[in-house]
């Protein structure tokens, strides 16, 4: 018999901190590195730039991108509702382990992502996305059940640490297999290229780890808090939980002040993470197509390492100068990152943003949901407050992405939209200064 965890207990925080070394590896590799590549890869090989889906020709690009948005728009709608039905029957961690499976399994599958079966390959990349969001967002619920409110600045930051370690080093494994496949023993597929054959075992990696890991945090996680009531209507239980957040907000000045901060940023936080990659293939000035692929990798492991610290670094600040003070400074570096990011020509240039976009991106999403966690008011209903946060963040990237590629598309430069996104930051930071800090650093 399992003995019970206590709250606040090093075990317990340890064990909710490893679910990102778990999941991170599908934002990664799946997400910014290998399966961006690879998907680029399939029509390269073909020799084609469309594709009919649905009856209707697409391009590759609009494609991949109409299923992400898709897919936030479920995330966004689902989250919700399940929050609440979990809420309500007092066992979150079984929706957790669901949605951890089913991303699993969504990257295994993605191995068999072609052309040929575009319906099955997307339908994997889509609960793949779907897996990934809603699983991480019953986890951030945990955290005000696991953590004392002094002890959560520390354990979001090492959670997203440990996420950023965990995935970088699967990233160098599945690196070495598309660079060097011989090595590894793979052979031509049928698509007469092995690299690819080899991202295709990258995808099973990232669901075998994802799944295989996320044990360790299942074991030691309790099941929920069970909401008493009648059990009438569950379905509609998740959205009258998300309407009864929405009003308790009307009595909750400071966590609505902030949320409406965060809403803003974040939006732009999320975008950036979405389309890194895509503006330093499309504006930088790379020598050659190998240069390109190689330099895209480095910068997207750049990230990840300085994300390492610069997570430590914010929960350090947060620590000494206060939550709100610190979220402050961190906006203000990322409008100066997105002016930057303007004038960037060089491969260097590009490196060095990346370095810059690290130090402050773990640094912003931990220390976001660590404040979150301390301004909600005391409830047993954490999972419908983090459902909300969640639903928050996913309506931001969906009006984010829109609104760049929109920009983009319209002046003709992916780099004006990245000055769109600085006045996102701005913004953010300026609502932030409505948001009355905490009595204490440590509260």
């Known amino acids: 018999m399992k003995t019970l965890v206590l709250k606040g207990s090093k075990k317990l925080l340890n064990a909710w901190a490893f ?12 997400s910014s590195a290998v399966f961006p590549i690879f998907y680029g890869a399939l029509f390269r090989v073909a020799e084609i730039e469309r594709v009919t889906v649905f009856g209707v020709e ?4 609009p494609l991949i991108s109409y299923t992400t948005s898709l897919a936030f728009v479920f995330i966004a709608i689902i989250t919700p509702l399940i929050s609440g039905i979990a809420d309500y029957l007092g066992n979150k961690k079984i929706f957790m382990k669901f949605f951890c499976y089913l991303g699993g399994l969504s990257c295994i599958g993605l191995s068999w992502f072609s052309l040929e079966n575009i319906y099955f390959g997307l339908l994997c990349y889509f609960f793949g996305l779907v897996g990934f969001w809603v699983s991480f967002a019953i986890n951030n619920s945990y955290l005000p059940d696991v953590a ?3 002890q959560q600045d520390a354990v979001s930051a090492k959670g997203f640490s440990l996420g950023y370690i965990g995935s970088v080093l699967l990233l160098l ?8 496949p011989e090595v590894f023993g793979i052979a031509t597929d049928a698509d007469g290229v092995a690299e690819i054959k080899a991202m295709k075992y990258s995808f099973v990696s990232v669901g075998i780890w994802w799944i295989v890991f996320a044990q360790y945090s299942f074991y030691y996680l309790p099941k929920g808090n069970k909401r008493e009531g009648e059990r009438t209507n569950v379905i509609l239980n998740g959205f009258k939980e998300l309407k009864s957040v929405w009003h308790q907000l009307g009595n909750q000045t ?29 504006e930088i000035g790379w020598g050659s197509d190998a240069e390109r692929t190689t330099g895209l990798i480095v910068s997207i492991l750049v990230i ?15 620590k000494n100068f206060g939550n709100i003070k610190t979220l402050i400074v961190v906006n203000a570096l ?47 209903d954490t999972t419908s407050f983090f459902s909300f946060y969640d639903v928050a963040e996913k309506i931001g990237i969906i009006i984010g992405t829109f609104l760049y590629g929109f920009i983009a598309q319209f002046t003709g430069s992916m780099r004006n939209a990245i000055i769109f996104l600085g006045v996102f930051f701005l913004v953010g930071m300026l609502l932030l200064t409505r948001v009355k800090q905490l009595k204490r650093p440590l509260e």
């Not at 494994?173 to 060097?180: G, R």
């Not at 400071?254 to 293939?281: C, D, H, N, P």
């Not at 990840?304 to 947060?318: D, H, K, L, P, R």
Request: hydrophobic share 55%; charged share 10%; proline share 3%.
């Open 58 to 61: 697409m391009a590759r690009a």
């Open 304 to 318: 990840q390492i300085v994300a390492i610290f610069g997570a430590s670094i914010t929960a350090w600040a947060s």
């Open 254 to 282: 400071r966590l609505k002040r902030y949320l409406g901060a965060f809403f803003v940023y974040s939006m732009a936080v999320q975008t950036v993470m979405l389309i890194a990659t895509y503006f330093g293939e499309e």
């Open 148 to 150: 004392y409110p002094e």
């Open 173 to 180: 494994v599945n690196l070495a297999m598309v660079m060097k």
């Open 334 to 380: 990322w409008v100066v990152i997105c002016v930057y990011a303007y004038f960037l020509i060089t491969p260097m240039d590009f490196y060095i943003a990346a370095g810059c976009v690290g130090l402050v991106m773990g640094g912003i999403q931990a220390l976001s949901r660590s404040t979150y966690s301390k301004f909600i008011p005391q409830t047993k």
């Open 19 to 30: 679910y990102d070394w778990a999941n991170s590896v599908y934002s990664l590799v799946i």
